[in-house]
């Protein structure tokens, strides 16, 4: 072997070499935008009781209000993170809620502890200027940007609430890239 073809042969795998590295930090998740993830759950109990359908998930039992608070928080670096989705799940504490796979996303507000839901303003809302003053549309989301950018160091806060059976202990699952989960205790009747 000439010095002219160890050279090139010691490019080449210096090349593979240097590839092998991105590819490698490419699936390891190096380019994965750096947020952080926080949840939490309030449970209060409704002024006045909601009717209880027989054929619901409360069969007649007492029901609370549970809401559920995601806040993202974007991290430093130099591109903005952009929010595609975002949703919540609850589940009773002894497991009595849908398998994963049968889980729907619900319809309605609040939502029933055996379903999906979409967390309230995930999306960008619709502007119209008038007399040179950008106006929020509300209800109407934006065709053109529909997604939500976090820019570096930004911060935002997402929220849903559920019906829950007064007496079970409850886990909220946040679910996106990043994941988060809490547990909500009965209230004490003594409070």
Same mark, same amino acid.
């Given at each position: 072997?000439?010095?002219?073809?160890?050279? *090139?042969?010691?490019?080449?795998? &210096?090349?593979? &070499?240097?590839? $092998? #590295?991105?590819? !490698?930090? @490419?699936?390891?998740? #190096?380019?994965?935008?750096?947020?952080?993830?926080?949840?939490?759950?309030?449970?209060?109990?409704?002024?006045?009781?909601? %009717?209880?359908?027989?054929? /619901?998930?409360?069969?007649?039992? &007492?029901?609370? !209000?549970?809401?559920?608070?995601?806040?993202?928080?974007? $991290?430093?670096?130099?591109?903005?993170?952009?929010?595609?989705?975002?949703?919540?799940?609850?589940?009773?504490?002894? /497991?009595?809620? @849908?398998?994963? &796979?049968?889980?729907?996303?619900?319809?309605?507000?609040?939502?029933?502890?055996?379903?999906?839901?979409?967390?309230?303003?995930?999306?960008?809302?619709?502007?119209?200027?008038?007399?040179?003053?950008?106006?929020?549309?509300?209800?109407?989301?934006?065709?053109?940007?529909?997604? @939500? *950018?976090?820019?570096?160091?930004?911060?935002?806060?997402?929220? %849903?609430? #559920? %019906?829950?059976?007064?007496?079970?202990?409850?886990?909220?699952?946040?679910?996106?890239?990043?994941?988060?989960?809490?547990?909500?205790?009965?209230?004490?009747?003594?409070?």
């Amino acid at each position: 072997m000439t010095l002219d073809q160890a050279k *090139n042969l010691g490019q080449i795998l &210096a090349w593979l &070499a240097a590839a $092998g #590295y991105f590819f !490698y930090k @490419l699936i390891s998740g #190096y380019l994965i935008g750096n947020a952080s993830l926080r949840l939490t759950c309030t449970r209060s109990a409704p002024a006045v009781a909601p %009717t209880q359908d027989a054929a /619901g998930p409360a069969n007649g039992q &007492a029901m609370d !209000y549970l809401s559920i608070v995601a806040i993202v928080k974007r $991290g430093t670096g130099t591109t903005t993170l952009a929010l595609h989705d975002a949703r919540a799940r609850v589940t009773l504490a002894n /497991g009595q809620a @849908l398998p994963t &796979a049968e889980l729907e996303e619900t319809k309605t507000f609040p939502a029933d502890v055996q379903h999906e839901s979409k967390l309230i303003a995930t999306e960008r809302l619709s502007s119209d200027t008038i007399d040179d003053v950008l106006e929020i549309t509300f209800h109407t989301r934006s065709r053109e940007r529909p997604l @939500l *950018n976090l820019a570096p160091g930004d911060e935002m806060q997402f929220a %849903t609430v #559920y %019906t829950v059976p007064q007496i079970q202990p409850c886990i909220a699952w946040k679910r996106s890239q990043w994941r988060a989960s809490d547990i909500s205790l009965p209230i004490s009747q003594d409070q």
